[in-house]
């Protein structure tokens, strides 16, 4: 276990307890505020619920936006090689669950490289049209289907078609594929894990999507095509091509991320132009002038990832907290989205809000979001065509998923006229 020369007594604030991270936003934006104010790099016990027994003696929390994005931005102090959640993992199941999301320069830059360009605004403009008709379909089968759930009819669907049509998954496997996606970030959470212990819970769900991955690799080895799969499998890295491993990770990675934060944002966002609805009929009066200021509001408002961890790689300090080599800093994205020190009257949702240098797709640095374009094109398509077509739609209290790491929505009740 990591002991620190100096005693350090561990901050009131509960952000280490999975109650905590079961409470709404709003109650847990109370607690930030109160560190942002008075104790923005705090120490707490290691997080409840630990996948493993966590070998350090506690964690920092870093709370205001100016620090997160110092920590974002400085890799060469701050590490994302040991793990980026608030658990110690597997050492082989923490490679396979965040690829080079767990990775620093060089290394990180030569692979995100490898499937950067499939994601530049250019190749994203290649697509427009698909997302557009895959999104007119949605809002089609919507009306069709009358009062449901919105993250089942609605949220889900977009962004891991959208993925899944990028990588070449065959038809067949893509409900697996969903549900295993959705396993890797709801194991903390009871009811979804269904009474299968966290570690199990999430290790079959990383399996599944490695399986999923490497079948794919294999057969576009044998029949390539013009998709991502095929422009990773005939890649090269050091001049190695990529193990099945390695092509699996990818895999994994781009499946969660290409999914949870987009599919969180669409629930988050419908109900706050539920809640605002002044916002709502702003947006209304010149979406397309209005809709690319306010999608940066949107991933502000929901700040889909709440929490990213850097391992310290030297004795150094962050806004006067002495920091050592091997401590574990955990950056609170949510938090940093509501600092008043940044932000105008944070907690209002303002579609017309500019500046807006929210942290939602990362604090910079060379993890800073690589499908935010994708993203944007998505929520841009999805509600112009939900807030013309079905202009009454209205949600009900959604229900939340219990997670450190993932704002999310596991289900809303929307309702409107047929």
């Not at 490497?214 to 005939?234: F, K």
């Not at 004795?315 to 955990?330: A, F, I, P, R, S």
Request: overall charge negative; aromatic content about 8%.
């Amino acid at each position: 276990m990591t002991v620190h020369a100096e005693a350090h007594s561990f901050d009131p604030a509960p952000v280490a307890t999975l109650e905590f991270w079961g409470r709404t936003a709003e109650e847990r934006e109370t607690t930030f505020k109160e560190l942002r104010d008075e104790r923005p790099v705090s120490w707490h016990p290691p997080l409840e619920g630990n996948l493993l027994p966590l070998e350090k003696d506690g964690i920092w929390i870093v709370v205001r936006h100016a620090d997160v994005v110092s920590v974002s931005k400085d890799w060469e102090t701050f590490s994302s090689a040991q793990g980026v959640t608030m658990e110690e993992m597997p050492e082989d199941m923490a490679a396979a669950a965040s690829s080079f999301l767990g990775m620093d320069p060089p290394r990180h830059t030569r692979l995100r490289r490898l499937v950067s360009s499939a994601f530049t605004p250019k190749q994203v403009k290649k697509i427009d049209d698909q997302i557009n008709n895959q999104a007119r379909r949605i809002v089609d089968d919507l009306l069709d289907v009358g009062d449901c759930d919105f993250v089942a009819q609605v949220s889900k669907r977009l962004p891991m078609w959208t993925i899944f049509e990028m990588l070449g998954v065959p038809q067949e496997l893509r409900e697996e594929g969903y549900r295993a996606a959705d396993g890797m970030v709801a194991y903390l959470d009871e009811d979804a894990a269904a009474g299968q212990d966290a570690l199990t819970f999430q290790m079959n769900a990383l399996m599944t999507l490695l399986n999923i991955g490497v079948e794919l690799a294999e057969e576009r080895r044998a029949r390539p095509t013009s998709d991502l799969m095929t422009n990773l499998v005939q890649a090269e890295v050091d001049g190695e091509r990529l193990t099945d491993e390695e092509i699996g990770a990818f895999f994994v990675l781009l499946s969660v991320a290409g999914n949870d934060t987009t599919r969180n944002t669409t629930s988050l966002t419908m109900k706050a132009l539920c809640d605002f609805p002044d916002q709502r009929k702003l947006l209304l009066e010149d979406y397309d002038g209005r809709i690319t200021t306010a999608i940066e509001e949107f991933v502000r408002w929901a700040t889909p990832v709440q929490t990213f961890r850097r391992t310290v790689t030297r004795d150094t300090e962050l806004n006067g907290q002495k920091l050592h080599g091997g401590d574990w800093v955990v950056t609170v994205f949510a938090s940093a989205n509501r600092d008043e020190r940044v932000f105008d009257d944070p907690h209002a949702f303002n579609i017309l809000r500019s500046p807006n240098p929210h942290v939602a797709f990362g604090g910079g640095g060379p993890h800073y979001c690589l499908g935010n374009m994708l993203a944007k094109t998505q929520l841009r398509h999805l509600f112009k065509e939900l807030l013309f077509r079905v202009k009454d739609i209205e949600v009900g209290a959604p229900t939340y998923l219990t997670s450190h790491f993932i704002r999310g929505v596991r289900a809303m009740p929307c309702t409107f006229t047929r």
